[in-house]
């Protein structure tokens, strides 16, 4: 459309031209002496535009020329940026294709600006380990350090430390990493599983509070990343009888009736001979969720007063009169109190409900304690049985 209007343009302008040099009578005289020339006017004025255009083209190709090195240079770089950026998409193309070698061939070796370089030299260290390439993906991260992509370099040293169960070097390249961005979420999840893997437990408890603050975590998986704090909290309190109870206080009411904490709580409780505390953990833990084994931890717990966890047994046992594992912790207290018949009557009723080694063992028990080795040895057998069945 520009053309046209141009060519229409032109058109228009040469018809006036000619019609201007038809009718008009003006005329121009050139005096040089001793020479004369007389051109019409319009004969003139084409003179003129031809040495204005002339002039123009001569003074743009003068230019052209003194600017030709600069051209040719630009053109050139031009090339080399456009092949170094086909060079950088085709790495990339090829790391989210899974071509890890290829990638890592591409990228490893890709030259350009360092902000990109940098980033290159992260991907190229990420397929190397993909590809198991240890020393290549060492080499890859301290390029990319050098060119400025040094927090994405920690990132992933992190990473891959963690997979390869190396908390220690995890930890180091974290810490390196928070020096440049101390509130980053992705590097408190990747300290929060490297101080589970050192058993850190106290400092899993910062860094949970602090990724929930900003909601940087599922609250499914912040629960069972508690649970498991407070557990192995409690385990590590156990010698220490004011520690524990002060810690124990501090647990939240929903988690003192979870099983898995209730258990190592119980556990760390009975260590410290603390039988009673034992037992209203464990028996708050059942009444709320029915767990086997909190029932046959509450078996183990010998508190001071054996008759009434006896009976508290047997109230669950109305509720649950078909469950194993509840007859055998009953069995096992009332063998406690040397209450020999009903241990007996609680063994069989669970063996008839679900054979299992545990049970024909406490029978065989009773049995040898009963002067009866011969059905004491018939248990044991059954009992190794189901151990090779397993």
């Known amino acids: 459309m520009r053309w046209l209007i141009s060519f229409l343009f032109v058109a228009v302008l040469a018809v006036a031209l000619a019609m201007a040099g038809r009718y008009d009578p003006g005329y121009v005289v050139l005096v040089y002496p001793p020479w004369r020339m007389e051109i019409s006017f319009i004969s003139f004025v084409l003179i003129v535009i031809g040495l204005v255009v002339g002039g123009i083209v001569l003074l743009r190709l003068a230019l052209l020329t003194l600017n030709l090195p600069r051209i040719v240079r630009e053109q050139r770089e031009r090339r080399a940026a456009k092949k170094r950026d086909e060079n950088f998409v085709g790495g990339l193309r090829a790391y989210t294709e899974y071509r890890y070698q290829d990638a890592e061939l591409s990228l490893g070796q890709w030259q350009g600006d360092d902000v990109r370089q940098g980033l290159a030299r992260v991907l190229a260290a990420r397929a190397a380990q993909e590809m198991r390439a240890i020393p290549q993906r060492e080499q890859h991260l301290r390029e990319a ?78 629960a069972q990343s508690r649970r498991m704090a407070y557990a192995e909290n409690l385990r590590r309190r156990a010698a220490d009888d004011r520690g524990l109870l002060e810690y124990w206080k501090k647990i939240p009411a929903d988690f003192k009736v979870d099983a898995w904490v209730a258990r190592a709580a119980a556990e760390a409780f009975m260590q410290r001979n603390g039988h009673d505390t034992a037992l209203d953990v464990l028996e708050a833990a059942l009444n709320r969720d029915w767990h086997e084994e909190l029932v046959a931890l509450y078996g183990e717990v010998r508190g001071s007063s054996p008759t009434r966890q006896i009976e508290r047994a047997e109230k669950w046992l109305h509720a649950r009169p078909r469950d194993a594992q509840l007859l055998l912790t009953l069995a096992q207290l009332c063998s406690v109190q040397a209450l020999w018949g009903k241990a007996q009557s609680y063994l069989e009723a669970s063996l008839a409900i679900a054979a299992s080694a545990e049970g024909h063992i406490r029978m065989a028990e009773l049995k040898t304690q009963n002067d009866q080795p011969g059905e004491a040895c018939r248990h044991y057998q059954k009992a190794l049985a189901l151990c090779r069945a397993q």
């Open 145 to 222: 350090s050098e060119y400025g992509a040094e927090l994405a370099a920690q990132l992933f040293e992190a990473e891959a430390c963690l997979d390869a169960k190396d908390a220690a070097a995890a930890l180091t390249a974290i810490n390196r990493a928070k020096e440049i961005a101390p509130q980053h979420t992705t590097l408190l999840r990747l300290e929060l599983k490297a101080r589970q893997l050192t058993g850190q437990w106290d400092e899993v408890d910062r860094l949970l509070d602090a990724l929930m603050r900003s909601n940087a975590m599922e609250p499914g998986v912040a």
